[in-house]
């Protein structure tokens, strides 16, 4: 192992140090003040739209997972050069941990609701970083080869200075570590072993830092909270799913929760115990409210089928779901808060500060807008938004289902931009018709004859009137439409293709109950939700 690559290698070790002290440290300071979720918060917050459709058109679902692996490995890349910095010249290696803990104290304190004790995981994990990145250099110098020159400002064991460190400047040496004219090969081989194994102990003491932190942290999740709630009977229950609405060879009709897409900004789960739950409707009202977790169980609850879509779905894209959802009518609470004339947007607000802005008019329209509790019959999952979340058919999620709700401000458009606005997407955003094959999937192989072609379309509060399918350029072949819940829910359906030997295109559109049908014309899900049509390539043998 050379010096340079253990000088390195002590940099990342430190910098692993730092990350698990901090892990440590924000289980009292607060979960988003750990580096690592605070500077991906702010890259988050900060990324171009662009950038964020691309991370998710990659990474789907486990775009967070991407993001934080990422920002490891540019920490752990910049880590190792301070290391090998820090072999010549110590200043400039104190200089660049104190950039990182600098850094990560100030993405920390722009977390919502971070106080000043925000700062202090980020710092102190640093300075901790300088005394081990110094015994590590020391251990990595006295490891150096027969006949290899020590670097500048190293000691030999009598205390004599190297040659190299002759004529420089005080203070700009780096850490004192013993140089030997020749050393033996035992001792060298001595010193390496001493290297390894304490580059090894700070490894796992880093780990255990930072293992027992996320412990931790989720041993004081509101998991037990949620399993105690019981939720309550609704008033209205959902209609009873008919038979045949589901197709074989599509997607489950009711989407599992634990397949039921994420997609939000949240790199650590919020977790809202329900006894401290409280949701304030306020601003352009002449009825302010403040409503308790148990004030809300009390309020009449109805379940509703509802498909919930994300903006940022491609064509074909499986980044929507349909579930049972048991909430309380929205509309009724904003009759109560009595909105002002003029107050044409709902900005709801999360409990980790994320906002989106709903038309006043939609909530109180008579669809079934919901503060929801529970999905699929159980209360809320924490990534799902537990304690309590939005629920509005026919509009985009970044627009309408505010998860970890906490806030619901009555404003206007023209007075503020809710999260995603200033980052490029549109203020107001029903959703667009689409269709999705299932089955067969893109570079499926079948065989000739009878072959099954099946999805699912959805025109959410509008209701699908009509599935077509098309076989490579040849005339629309009109589908069979599977009943559905309501115009609220997707709609799947199927078509019996007799398909030919050869390699074939195959292709959809929907027609929804207004009469428009879905266009071809391919555009990317920004600003306001992709469109085009979903087709995929077979082969016929």
């Known amino acids: 192992m050379r010096t340079t690559i253990r000088a390195g290698l002590s940099g990342v070790a430190a910098a692993a140090v730092a990350l698990g002290v901090a892990e440590l440290l924000a289980v009292v300071a607060g979960a988003r003040s750990a580096p690592l979720i605070a500077v991906g918060g702010v890259v988050v917050d900060h990324v171009p739209p662009a950038v964020k459709d691309f991370g998710i058109s990659v990474f789907g679902v486990h775009d967070k ?3 934080l692996t990422g920002t490891a490995i540019l920490l752990g890349l910049y880590a190792y050069g301070v290391g090998v910095l820090a072999r010549r010249w110590w200043p400039v290696a104190i200089g660049g941990i104190a950039v990182f803990g600098v850094l990560g104290a100030v993405a920390a304190l722009t977390r919502p609701g971070a106080g000043a004790g925000a700062a202090l995981p980020a710092l102190i994990g640093a300075a901790l970083a300088v005394p081990v990145l110094r015994h590590l250099l020391r251990r990595a110098a006295a490891a150096q080869p027969a ?8 000691v030999s064991p009598g205390g004599t200075v190297s040659s190299a460190q002759a004529g420089s400047a005080p203070g700009s040496a780096a850490p004192a570590v013993r140089e030997r004219s020749l050393p033996d090969v035992a001792y060298v081989e001595e010193s390496r072993r001493r290297f390894v194994r304490d580059l090894g102990i700070v ?14 942290s989720d041993r004081g999740a509101v998991t037990s909270a949620r399993g105690a709630v019981t939720l309550p009977a609704p008033i209205a229950a959902a209609p009873v799913v008919p038979a045949g609405a589901q197709v074989t060879g599509a997607v489950p009709y009711v989407t599992p929760n634990r397949d039921f897409y994420r997609i939000d900004t949240a790199l650590i789960t919020p977790q ?4 401290d739950w409280t949701l304030r409707i306020h601003g352009m009202v002449r009825n302010p409210i403040t409503i308790t977790w148990a004030e809300l169980l009390q309020r009449p609850m109805v379940e509703r089928y509802v498909t919930l879509a994300c903006v940022s779905n491609d064509v074909g894209g499986d980044l929507i779901g349909n579930a049972l959802w048991l909430g309380t009518p929205i509309k009724a609470l904003l009759d109560e808060a009595d909105p002002l004339p003029g107050a044409d947007q709902a900005v709801q607000r999360s409990v980790d500060g994320w906002t989106c802005g709903t038309p006043t008019a939609v909530l109180r329209d ?5 503060l929801a509790v529970g ?3 159980e ?9 309590v979340r939005m629920i509005v058919p026919g509009l985009y999620g970044y627009v309408s289902a505010c998860k970890w709700i906490t806030e619901i401000e009555l404003t206007r458009f023209s007075d503020f931009d809710a999260y995603w606005v200033p980052r490029g997407w549109a203020a107001q955003a029903p959703i667009k018709t689409q269709s999705r094959i299932d089955t067969p999937r893109d570079g ?17 509060h509008r209701g699908v009137a009509k599935v077509e399918v098309q076989v490579d350029d040849g005339p629309w072949a009109v589908a069979s439409l599977a009943p559905a819940v309501s115009d609220d829910t997707w709609r799947e359906w199927k078509h019996s293709w007799t398909a030919t030997p050869g390699k074939h295109v195959l292709r959809v559109r929907a027609t929804d109950l207004d009469g428009y049908t879905q266009t071809s014309e391919q555009a990317y899900p920004a600003p306001d939700g992709a469109t085009g049509w979903h087709e995929v390539t077979v082969s016929v043998g």
């Open 379 to 387: 209360p809320l999952p924490v990534p799902h938004g537990f304690p």
């Open 366 to 370: 008579g669809r079934d807008a919901l």
């Open 444 to 460: 499926a192989t079948r065989h000739a004859g009878e072959v099954v072609v099946a999805g699912v379309a959805w025109a959410q």
């Open 203 to 216: 490894a796992a003491v880093a780990a255990g830092g930072g293992i027992a932190g996320r412990w931790l």
């Open 65 to 67: 997972t991407a993001l």
């Open 147 to 154: 006949g290899t020159p020590a670097p500048a400002g190293t």
């Open 272 to 275: 809202v115990d329900p006894s």
């Open 375 to 377: 999905m699929n019959g």
